[in-house]
Nanobody
Framework: QVQLVESGGGLVQAGGSLRLSCAASGRSILFNGMGWYRQATGKQRELVAA???????KYVDSVKGRFTISRDNTKKMMYLQMNSLKPEDTAVYYC?????????????WGQGTQVTVSS
């Protein structure tokens, strides 16, 4: 089992920055992919960014160049640095651990952290 706890969400003005953190506990996740998903009101949950155990990353087009995903395997932590935030980035952001090495089979979820970007 893996437990995930997100932090770092909040209210920020457009153009501002936030850094989300995800703390994992439980079994080793060294070889599992991890990712950040988000779900805006009335929309489906979408993958925002993901990272493999050895650091290969993937981003949705809408955040490329603005968001950076990283992980610290020694601390079982994952981060999402979000810069140049836009109102359309407003959503609940969820941390995820994949069943495999990439991002195709999301398995464990955190409780989510709200990000609100005002215009």
């Amino acid at each position: 089992q893996v437990q995930l706890v997100e932090s770092g969400g909040g209210l920020v003005q457009a153009g501002g920055s936030l850094r989300l953190s995800c703390a994992a506990s439980g079994r080793s996740i060294l070889f599992n992919g991890m990712g950040w998903y988000r779900q805006a009101t009335g929309k489906q949950r979408e993958l925002v960014a993901a990272i493999t155990g050895d650091g290969t990353t993937k981003y949705v087009d809408s955040v490329k160049g603005r968001f950076t995903i990283s992980r610290d395997n020694t601390k079982k932590m994952m981060y999402l640095q979000m810069n140049s935030l836009k109102p359309e980035d407003t959503a609940v952001y969820y941390c995820n651990v994949d069943r495999g090495s990439y991002w195709y089979s999301p398995q464990y979820w955190g409780q989510g952290t709200q990000v609100t970007v005002s215009s």
